[in-house]
């Protein structure tokens, strides 16, 4: 049987457009529990999402706290945007009503900025994009996020936006070769506007670029965005 430190144990969330994922992590932040991931609703409203978060609760046992990670701009704790999720989310407290929901309390951030804090190494530039429902994106400068960067709605191709050319409508419309091809346009133009010592992506359809990427992209497991979730309860 595997030691785990003592110390508080933290339910990590991540809510996406297509799947909800859980598992607990210990004090180090290491995995306690297996990941398990339900769909999200069809209708993925505030109360849909919050009861199939709250049936996946059984599996993963005791817990001493919550993070979560959402798609949108989150701003102590409430919802601000939710493009890919269902208008009856903005202005929500979501970690609000998962400290009610759990009885335990609750820290929520960005999806992509969770992502980025299971992921940086905290040295120079280091640059954030989630490629799933829709794509995210965070910064970071020596490990401390720069918040609420919201690159997605940016205009990026032909007068629509990175999140209009990357998300995963736009890759089923094209196929993933020419969906392949725009994701590369795309780390050029990041690398000129940046100047990043690194970009990591992440999210879901991140597995699906075939192509050979340059020494400082670097794709990351689509479960940083739990393991980032130790993050929110560190001190600043």
């Known amino acids: 049987m595997t030691d785990h430190p003592q110390g508080p144990k933290t339910l990590a ?9 859980m598992l607990v992590l210990d004090a180090a932040g290491n995995p306690i529990t ?17 009861e199939v978060l709250h049936g996946m609760l059984p599996e993963h046992g005791e817990f001493d706290r919550v993070s979560a990670g959402f798609p ?15 208008p009856d989310w903005l202005g929500f407290n979501l970690a609000a009503a998962l ?31 989630t490629l799933g429902t829709g794509m995210g994106s965070a910064l970071f400068l ?13 205009p990026f191709h032909k007068g629509k936006t990175y999140e209009e050319c990357l998300g995963d409508d736009a890759r089923k419309r094209l196929g993933n070769r020419k969906w392949g091809k725009l994701v590369r346009k795309a780390i ?9 010592r690194v970009l990591y992506i992440g999210g879901g359809n ?26 929110l309860w560190r001190d600043p």
Do not use: C, M, W, Y
Not at 99 to 109: D, F, H, L, N
Not at 148 to 153: A, D, K
């Open 13 to 21: 969330i991540d809510i996406g457009g297509s799947g909800l994922k």
């Open 34 to 50: 297996e990941r398990t991931r339900k769909p999200t609703p069809k209708k993925p409203r505030p109360q849909a999402v919050l």
């Open 72 to 86: 949108g701009v989150v701003v102590e704790g409430e919802i601000r945007t939710a493009a890919n999720l269902d």
């Open 99 to 129: 400290a009610e929901s759990t009885g335990k309390p609750a820290r929520v951030a960005n999806d992509a900025d969770v992502q980025g804090l299971g992921s940086v190494a905290g040295q120079g530039v280091e640059l954030v994009i």
């Open 142 to 154: 020596d490990g401390r996020l720069v918040p609420n960067l919201e690159l997605p709605h940016h």
């Open 188 to 196: 050029g133009e990041l690398r000129e506007t940046f100047n990043f």
């Open 206 to 231: 991140a597995e699906k670029l075939k192509f050979d990427l340059p020494a400082d992209v670097q794709i990351v497991h689509n479960v940083s965005g739990l393991l980032g979730g130790i993050a």
